[in-house]
Nanobody
Framework: QVQLVESGGGLVQAGGSLRLSCAAS????????MGWFRQAPGKEREFVSG????????TYADSVKGRFTVSRDNDKRMLYLQMNNLYLEDTAKYYC?????????????????WGKGTQVTVSS
């Protein structure tokens, strides 16, 4: 069955960096777009970034543009999110998710498989 397992979260000071990883299995990873979402306590899960199946196009939420970079390695079946210059408001649980074959969505409804998430906490 489809499995998405995130790792790389942790506690970091504001201004610091973290790299999240997502290991995918159980399906043809290279055929699907992928995305990162996050959810802070008491808030809705929100889109962070997405990447086309072949990495040819990426999208970002305005709040992370210029600070976060999404990438993928189809040979290793891995998705990554490099997060630089972290803000306090980046504190959340981060989830990777599987998108569709065509196009690149940015809403929860356009992603059908989800990992369990990895916690990112940014301190002052």
């Amino acid at each position: 069955q489809v499995q998405l397992v995130e790792s790389g979260g942790g506690l970091v000071q504001a201004g610091g960096s973290l790299r999240l990883s997502c290991a995918a299995s159980g399906y043809t990873f290279s055929s699907f777009s992928m995305g990162w979402f996050r959810q802070a306590p008491g808030k809705e899960r929100e889109f962070v970034s997405g990447i086309m199946w072949n990495g040819s196009r990426t999208t970002y939420a305005d709040s992370v543009k210029g600070r976060f970079t999404v990438s993928r390695d189809n040979d290793k079946r891995m998705l990554y999110l490099q997060m630089n210059n972290l803000y306090l408001e980046d504190t959340a649980k981060y989830y990777c998710a599987r998108g569709g074959h065509c196009g690149l969505g940015n809403t929860r409804l356009e992603f059908d498989q989800w990992g369990k998430g990895t916690q990112v906490t940014v301190s002052s």
